[in-house]
């Protein structure tokens, strides 16, 4: 168990907050116009409560759109002047931290880069020290459940109770559908580690395009999380970052709509049962299973074409001993049975073997015809 006690409920942090929180607003503030158009836009909701908006974004690489800046801190205290919504931006540095202080910023959140470099964690910790700052903190980059929970001791141990982490899903180590791999079963394994901390889903990181938000979103509420953070922005075909998976306002209330908010039978804080949790947990190992036979496959029509070109034959039997011996040594190590991982290696070598030939056929064919 994770040293987190004394952790405040979500709806503690401020006046009128209800479970499960939703937080929705731009990827960006790109210009006073823009964050107040937006932010009204979402107050008119009346489902909202808290905005969010990055100030400072961090880019892979330079060039892009890196945020405006300390002046968007101005037109954030406007926005909640104007429309009473609570606001919330990344932190990634003591000087941001400060500057949010100065600006009366409401919640900091930590982005998922910065949650991988415990030195920068530290020294965001040793700095909001003394400062009863709600904090969210990000899933790392890497599906590392010790890294994140790492992060959000560093900031209890500074005395920061307003404490809930943020799941936005990983970086694919193969290409997938979504931006971020969800690997569910990380987030599920942070909440029994940590039982009173408050989980809040990104669904807009995990899904990188609009289609698949109200999938996730519901998947979250069933796993009984604790929020949903949703990047809306009024008009996202002119928005500086993350474009495609930003919603309107107006796409935000009928995703609101229709998702299905259901009451845990349980009264314990866990996300749901137990049969619940490891069901969720073979859903998402399964999808990553399934993902990695498609990539193998497709690797393999790679292989044909390659094998046709240069006059090769499709079963080259040292290569096939190789791959059952090794194969078998490895799984055996994992607690799998010789006869289940053979049959299940036969398996595939015969549907790879399937799709060379037809590979290799369809080069054949098409260069006598040429
Ligand atoms: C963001 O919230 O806009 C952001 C940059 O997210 P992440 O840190 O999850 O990539
Ligand atoms: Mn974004």
Redesign the pocket.
Known sequence: MAKLKSITKLNKWFDGINEPLIIAGP?SAESEEQIMQTAKEIAALGKIKVFRS?IW??RTRPGNFEGVGEEGLQWLQNVKKETGLLTAI?VANPEHAELAIKYNVDILWI???TTSNPFSIQELADYLKGYDKPLMV?NPINPDVSLWVGALERFHKAGINKLAAIH?GFYPFEATTLRNIPKWEVAIELKSMCHDLPIIC?PS?IAGNTDFIGEISQKALDLNMDGLMIETHYNPTVALS?MNQQLTPKELDSLLDELIFRRTTTKDADFTSILETLRSKIDSIDQQMLELLSQRMNTVEEIGKYKSKNEVTILQLRRWENIMSTRLKLGKSLGLTEDFIKKLLQLVHKESIQRQTEVMNKMTSSAKKE
Do not use: F, Q, T
């Open positions: 990827c990055g974004k961090p990344e982005g998922a880069r990000k936005r990104d990181h993350d």
